[in-house]
T-cell receptor, first 113, second 109 residues
Framework: NAGVTQTPKFQVLKTGQSMTLQCAQD?????MYWYRQDPGMGLRLIYY???????DKGEVPNGYNVSRLNKREFSLRLESAAPSQTSVYFC????????????FGPGTRLTVT | TQLLEQSPQFLSIQEGENLTVYCNSS?????LQWYRQEPGEGPVLLVT?????EVKKLKRLTFQFGDARKDSSLHITAAQPGDTGLYLC?????????FGAGTTVTVRA
């Protein structure tokens, strides 16, 4: 099993450009998450999907949209990138709803110039 | 504002020494988790604690959950260079995890 995979690994965008970050998991998990990680601030939740067909905002949703395409895939879209969105983005899925133990992907390092 | 405060922010020790990392909150969580993250990779789950006062051991790592389920500590005995990394605590509350800012641990050979 590959676990949680993310593409691309690295991306550079100009201000105003758009892009979609892809995430897929092969563990048959129901819930999936998108986080951003900035130095000194830990991981902050952008959006999550508790189950296929549902999505909810997290702590920092402004400037982002998500799509839960099916049970396996959860994508994150930046419609008009801004320098403040320069960050490392992680996708995760939950193994156990009771304990919320998360499996993370390897991350996408995004730079917006 | 972080729901979970971790201390210290940075820790550098010599191989063989012991260390303790703290995770404190004013909120009660249904469970608390510790993750370790290495550069260029995603966090990896180390342990989950659920019951107030619970102590879990994972080889040289000892995790403790406070009686009130608001704080936790991670103690590493006889640290090795392989323990180097960013240690993150996270509290679970209804589908969402709140993460601390992390403690960067460096173990020098």
């Amino acid at each position: 099993n590959a676990g949680v995979t993310q593409t691309p690994k690295f991306q550079v965008l100009k201000t105003g450009q758009s892009m979609t970050l892809q995430c897929a998991q092969d563990m048959n998990h129901n819930s999936m998450y998108w986080y951003r990680q900035d130095p000194g601030m830990g991981l902050r939740l952008i959006y999550y999907s508790a189950s296929e067909g549902t999505t909810d905002k997290g702590e920092v949703p402004n400037g982002y949209n998500v799509s839960r395409l099916n049970k396996r895939e959860f994508s994150l879209r930046l419609e008009s990138a801004a320098p403040s969105q320069t960050s490392v983005y992680f996708c995760a899925s939950i193994r156990d709803r009771g304990l919320y133990e998360q499996y993370f992907g390897p991350g996408t390092r995004l730079t917006v110039t | 504002t972080q729901l979970l405060e971790q201390s210290p922010q940075f820790l550098s020790i010599q191989e063989g020494e012991n260390l303790t990392v703290y995770c404190n909150s004013s909120s009660v969580f249904s469970s608390l988790q510790w993750y370790r993250q290495e550069p260029g990779e995603g966090p990896v789950l180390l342990v989950t604690v659920v019951t107030g006062g619970e102590v879990k051991k994972l080889k040289r790592l000892t995790f403790q959950f406070g009686d009130a389920r608001k704080d936790s500590s991670l103690h590493i005995t006889a640290a090795q260079p392989g323990d180097t990394g960013l240690y993150l605590c996270a509290g679970a509350d209804d589908y969402k995890l709140s993460f601390g800012a992390g403690t960067t641990v460096t173990v020098r050979a």
